[in-house]
């Protein structure tokens, strides 16, 4: 590197640490999540449903750098606050419904697709009134034809920063889904044919 290089270089990364350690310290000033909660940068889209592989338990706050956990993996991050001031936007899903989609797939578009439908509506109703206490009645309106099968929404009365009574309902809807599987499972049906509840 030149003198005059350097002369020119030095000062750049000067303003660029000032700038970063400004707007570091503005993230950590502005609050916009506390320890604890489950934060998204940047949400591709407007989905109702938790994706956790891109959202981030946030560990600890500094003033410059925050500290998060991976829902998906476990895998800790430590982020610097500059970056993360200049994100678009940021969903802090604590305080967010908790949605499931239950996918049943089977083709649609055929003869059978209206008793599909109507049998993966009244079954999922059924399982939320049999647990008043935990989940909403049903939005059977959500139930649609898609590319994989027929799919049905249901949401839980908590909201995602209850993480553990809301992972306990997941566990029990999880098992009621099994056994509709065996109960549901077309004659020539697959060997990997299952009823999936995501997230």
């Excluded at 981030?56 to 606050?81: F, P, Q, S």
């Excluded at 419904?97 to 649609?108: E, G, H, S, Y």
């Excluded at 839980?156 to 809807?173: A, F, M, N, P, T």
Aim: hydrophobic share 35%; aromatic share 14%; proline share 6%.
């Amino acid at each position: 590197m030149t003198d005059k290089s350097a002369a020119i270089t030095f000062p750049r990364l000067i303003l660029r640490f000032f700038r970063d350690s400004l707007d570091a310290i503005d993230f950590y000033n502005g609050h916009p999540c506390k320890v604890g909660e489950f934060i998204e940068f940047d949400q591709p889209n407007d989905s109702v449903f938790l994706n956790t592989l891109n959202v981030y338990r946030v560990d600890k706050i500094a003033w410059m750098y925050t500290e998060v956990t991976c829902l998906a993996n476990g895998e800790r991050v430590r982020w610097h606050n500059s970056s993360l001031c200049r994100y678009r936007s940021m969903t802090c899903w604590s305080y967010c419904p908790v949605r499931f989609q239950i996918m049943l797939p089977v083709p649609v578009n055929t003869t059978d697709g209206i008793f599909w439908d109507s049998l993966l509506k009244s079954k999922i109703r059924q399982f939320s009134n049999d647990n008043p206490g935990e989940w909403f009645v049903a939005c059977t309106s959500y139930c649609d034809p898609t590319p994989d099968g027929y799919r049905v929404m249901i949401q839980h009365r908590e909201k995602w920063g209850q993480l553990d009574l809301v992972l306990k309902s997941r566990e029990k809807l999880i098992a009621y889904c099994k056994e509709l599987t065996e109960e549901l499972r077309p004659v020539d049906a697959s060997d990997d044919f299952a009823i999936t509840v995501f997230p």
